[in-house]
């Protein structure tokens, strides 16, 4: 038998097979979900994942403002941002942030789930996120991904 009949296929982004999800955060904890979309967006429950290139899917977010945090986060959590003049230091709480701009927390913590290099901003570009239900990627035909989480007891 010829041992140079088994190659080693690297998937590069024409031949990666890209699918759309479509996934409902509503009663989702935050981390969970963003560590299953990083996943997905990544490509890592694929077959042929290659780790220096797009071989992910596409994921749709809806109802991200209806994500939970566990515990006191939603008071104690804080996202820090410096404008860059003097005393410019801004500081606003999950809740905050879920009432002015619901998208935000849930692409920051995907967003910290991706590589720091090239690749993680091309693999971001592959999520889109929206406040309610309703979204405008209809015509890829996205399919329902259901990820198992613990809902809200309350």
């Given at each position: 038998?010829?041992?140079?009949?088994?190659?080693?296929?690297?998937?590069?982004?024409?031949?990666?097979?890209?699918?759309?999800?479509?996934?409902?955060?509503?009663?989702?904890?935050?981390?969970?979900?963003?560590?299953?979309?990083?996943?997905?967006?990544?490509?890592?429950?694929?077959?042929?994942?290659?780790?220096?290139?797009?071989?992910?899917?596409?994921?749709?977010?809806?109802?991200?403002?209806?994500?939970?945090?566990?515990?006191?986060?939603?008071?104690q959590k804080y996202y820090v941002h410096h404008t860059g003049y003097p005393g410019g230091q801004r500081v606003r709480t999950v809740?905050?942030?879920?009432?002015?701009?619901?998208?935000?927390?849930?692409?920051?913590?995907?967003?910290?789930?991706?590589?720091?290099?090239?690749?993680?901003?091309?693999?971001?570009?592959?999520?889109?996120?929206?406040?309610?239900?309703?979204?405008?990627?209809?015509?890829?035909?996205?399919?329902?991904?259901?990820?198992?989480?613990?809902?809200?007891?309350?």
């Open positions: 038998m010829n041992y140079l009949s088994y190659k080693t296929v690297s998937v590069n982004k024409e031949n990666a097979n890209k699918k759309w999800y479509v996934v409902d955060a509503e009663g989702q904890i935050l981390g969970r979900l963003a560590s299953e979309v990083a996943m997905i967006l990544r490509g890592k429950r694929k077959a042929c994942y290659t780790p220096h290139s797009d071989c992910g899917d596409n994921v749709i977010i809806i109802n991200a403002e209806k994500v939970i945090l566990t515990g006191n986060k939603m008071s809740s905050d942030m879920l009432n002015r701009k619901p998208t935000f927390v849930l692409e920051h913590a995907i967003k910290g789930m991706l590589p720091k290099t090239k690749l993680g901003a091309e693999l971001f570009r592959n999520l889109y996120v929206y406040e309610g239900p309703e979204h405008n990627q209809q015509g890829q035909q996205p399919i329902e991904l259901k990820i198992n989480t613990i809902k809200n007891k309350k």
